[in-house]
């Protein structure tokens, strides 16, 4: 199972919205609702931040969303904070009854 | 507080083995699926295996297919990761993961500060 495609790097102002996109296949998010979110910073474990393509665990902010079309999920941050730095990795349930992640977005904000 | 706790890392020669363990405490283990999760150092995520909230099913990346059972044991809490046949690719920090939703261990929403493993002669 090849890992989901992600754009290597992102940046944005403090205010600004991004989004990252993550690209997998019909075996993958194109076939299940399990895509998931995750932020991770520097030395410490990832932490879900959007499940189920859209869904948001209790207190994870809200300028957290995610999407998906066909292949394609996205996640959209918006109002950009310094904290929101760090590297973001998407995930889906495939047909082979696995788990793959993307090969993860480093979020810089200027 | 939902806690995972790793234990079991360290430095091992090509061919070993080692056994990765992980407590859990602060939700009902044996609703939950569970996962093991690995990151190389400097390198994204990968998943490793994962394990039905029974433990009557079980699922492998290629990777590790035929060399790290995963395996639990709910009267105590805790996940196991059976590694063998170590070679220098799998060194990295393994962590463990509780699935979101109980069921099908595909979405995590608590993970263990992972423990590192470290493969060479």
């Known amino acids: 199972q090849s890992a989901l495609t992600q754009p290597a790097s992102v940046s944005g102002s403090p205010g600004q919205s991004i989004t990252i996109s993550c690209t997998g296949t019909?075996?993958?998010?194109?076939?299940?609702?399990?895509v998931s979110w995750y932020q991770q910073h520097p030395g410490k474990a990832p932490k879900l931040m959007i499940y189920?393509?859209?869904n948001r665990p209790s207190g994870v902010s809200n300028r957290f969303s995610g999407s998906k079309s066909g292949n394609t999920a996205s996640l959209t941050i918006s109002g950009l904070q310094a904290e929101d730095e760090a590297d973001y990795y998407c995930?889906?349930?495939?047909?082979?009854?696995?788990?793959?992640f993307g090969g993860g977005t480093k979020l810089t904000v200027l | 507080e939902v806690q995972l706790l790793e234990s079991g890392g360290g430095l091992v020669q090509p061919g070993g083995s080692l056994r990765l363990s992980c407590e859990a405490s602060?939700?009902?283990?044996?609703?939950?699926?569970m996962a093991w999760v690995r990151q190389a150092p400097g390198k994204g995520l990968e998943w490793v295996s994962a394990?039905?909230?029974?433990?009557?099913?079980?699922y492998y990346a290629d990777s590790v297919k035929g060399r790290f059972p995963i395996s639990r044991d709910n009267s105590k809490n805790t996940l196991y990761l059976q590694m063998s046949s170590l070679r220098a690719e799998d060194t990295a920090v393994y962590y463990c993961?509780?699935?979101?939703?109980?069921?099908?261990?595909?979405?995590?929403?608590?993970w263990g500060q992972g423990t590192l493993v470290t493969v060479s002669s």
């Open positions: 995930s889906s349930y495939t047909n082979s009854r696995s788990v793959v």
């Open positions: 394990i039905s909230s029974s433990g009557g099913s079980t």
């Open positions: 993961a509780k699935d979101a939703l109980g069921a099908v261990p595909d979405q995590f929403d608590c």
């Open positions: 602060g939700f009902t283990f044996s609703s939950y699926a």
């Open positions: 019909n075996s993958d998010i194109g076939s299940h609702n399990s």
């Open positions: 189920d393509v859209s």
